[in-house]
């Protein structure tokens, strides 16, 4: 993975420059061996436009590095990586009148509109401008850069709940609880990231459980009134009989059973749920 990011700086450099007068280098939705960069030729920007696959990709080199703690290879080889991709994303950024920084325009991938700030996007930077402070320390190297990636972290737009309690996907409160969308990019912060977490910011990770299941706080584990809705979907309007399972379900389902469908099978997942939810 390293030798295939390091053939994307050269063509990133110049897309980072002619796509957004910024230092660094980036790459886009979609990259290949051969030094491809850019973003594709579609005007669909709702899925075309990430400019933030570079530092996304740009993090685990440090991941690489805080496990082997290899000090020569973030030496020679990572560390100029990650400072030129959290040089990116500081260019990127949109200082407000209000100090505060913003990523405009941005998106969260294949999902809702073009915004002035999505969850997903700062979350990405604020993951390679901690990686990149770090290696800065473990170097003890470029100690005033350090001081302005520390301030643009400090004053990037705050991770923001919803109305039903929600992690924001977006700078307005647009999310939907009814959306069956596949991607959950507003969660990276949590996943693959590390600036969520239920023991440094418990009350975000609740937000997170709402996003994934708004009415968490209010069932024992078995949402029983979507359950009814499903199975009326079913029997009046033909439909597939979609799933009405709760996280505490999906959690008993993807920790304790094997892939599979049977009713011994669902049996087991309401016992564990309710062990979930009890013990």
Do not use: C
């Amino acid at each position: 993975l390293i030798d295939f990011i390091r053939t994307l700086v050269k063509p990133g450099e110049k897309v980072a420059q002619s796509y957004f007068g910024a230092r660094g280098w980036t790459a886009s939705i979609s990259a290949n061996i051969f030094g491809f960069a850019s973003p594709l030729s579609s005007q669909e920007m709702s899925w075309n436009f990430n400019p933030m696959a570079g530092p996304w990709l740009a993090t685990h080199i440090w991941e690489y590095y805080d496990y082997t703690r290899d000090k020569q290879f973030l030496k020679e080889i990572g560390y100029d990586l990650i400072k030129s991709s959290a040089n990116f994303a500081v260019d990127y950024l949109w200082k407000r009148p209000d100090g505060s920084y913003t990523a405009a325009p941005s998106t969260s991938p294949e999902h809702g509109p073009v915004d002035q700030g999505t969850t997903f996007v700062h979350a990405v930077i604020r993951e390679i401008l901690l990686n990149a402070i770090d290696a800065s320390k473990a170097l003890g190297v470029d100690t005033k850069v350090r001081k302005q990636w520390q301030e643009v972290y400090d004053n990037l737009v705050p991770y923001q709940t919803g109305r039903y309690g929600q992690l924001m996907e977006w700078s307005r409160d647009i999310d939907d609880p009814k959306d069956e969308h596949r991607h959950v990019n507003h969660l990276f912060g949590l996943h693959p990231g590390h600036t969520l977490s239920p023991i440094t910011t418990p009350e975000l990770a609740k937000a997170v459980i709402a996003s994934e299941d708004n009415l968490f706080a209010e069932h024992n584990g078995f949402d029983w009134k979507e359950m009814r809705k499903a199975i009326d979907e079913h029997k009046n309007k033909g439909k597939r009989l979609r799933g009405a399972s709760t996280i505490s379900q999906q959690t008993a389902k993807n920790v304790f059973l094997l892939p599979g469908r049977s009713w011994v099978r669902k049996g087991f997942e309401v016992y564990f749920t309710f062990l979930i939810e009890h013990i």
